[in-house]
């Protein structure tokens, strides 16, 4: 089971204007707010008396993210320090119009306090469980999968008609050079690399197509060979077993999955001790997580080069 936990989206951040300034950004920006020594965090602006740190700057970067993505850092730094100055000034007048004492500002209150509580405990529970041994079994039960199965490197040349692939079949028999004349003559988007396409196992083509390329020697040209994309003419390049790519190849992809594993182990555990009273219509019904909860799909190592496309 997992948790909605949907990733923070770049539309949904506050900008730099005044009017996206939110409580619930006030609240995230006191509640995370880092332990710094002094001498490192020092005051920046002063509003009114009350003090703005480079602490303040560090995390309003972290919350604007996006919108601040293409400025240089002297920039940044200005438009953060501002915004962040025009928050305080504009805090004040809230709280003078009794802002936080209405209820729908004390609801998202409780809400931003709750959701923040969430993410940082479910942050350290997931860097805990990125040990290098926890990380390594992974990838061990991953390539495990994957290892042994074969693969062919082929080229190929996609043409409309089969009286065109047999013009094409002639003239490679004649001599001519497979990549240039799939360069000169092939349909196919890959057909300014020769219509190279790499390694790929039998179940990444169509089958009309890998049946034939992996029945072909290396170095051998197939007859025409029709499928729902036109006709082909094959060259088999080479044959091997695929083998996973190393541990640091895919080390962001095996942590990435771990900490997310990790984090929806520890929400079911918490639910399963939880007292849970569901009084909406669709109480006896299992309730689907939402889209964007926590996904802790197995990883699966694959070849660098990325696989192509079916033809």
Known sequence: MTFPMPDKKP???????????????????????????QDANPVLAKVNGSEIRQSDVTIAEEELGPSLAQMDPATKKDNVL?????MKIVAKAAEDKKIADRDDFKTKLAFARNRLLMDNLLAVEGKAATTDDNMKKVYEDAAKQITGEAEVHARHILVETEEEAKTVAEE???????????KKKSKDP???????????????????????????????????????????????????????PAFEQVKPQI?????????ADYVTK?????????????????????????????????????APAKK
Do not use: C
Not at 82 to 86: A, E, G, Q, T
């Open 11 to 37: 539309g949904q951040r506050p900008g730099l204007a005044l009017a996206s300034i939110t409580g619930a950004f006030a609240l995230a920006m006191l509640s995370s707010f880092p332990v710094y020594a």
């Open 82 to 86: 501002s915004f962040l100055i025009d």
């Open 172 to 182: 490679l028999k004649k001599g001519a050079d497979f990549a240039e004349l799939a």
């Open 190 to 244: 890959g057909a300014a690399d020769g219509g190279d396409l790499g390694f790929f196992t039998k179940d990444q083509m169509v089958p009309e197509f890998s049946a034939v390329a992996f029945a072909l020697e290396p170095g051998k040209v197939s007859d025409p060979v029709k499928s729902q994309f036109g006709w082909h003419v094959i060259k088999v390049e080479e044959k091997r077993n695929r083998q996973a």
């Open 255 to 263: 942590e990435t999955y771990v900490v997310r594993k990790a984090q």
């Open 270 to 306: 918490l639910r399963e001790g939880a007292k849970i009273e569901r009084m909406d219509q669709a109480a006896a019904t299992p309730v689907e997580a939402p889209k964007d909860s926590p996904k802790a799909d197995a990883p699966k190592p694959s070849d660098s080069k990325m």
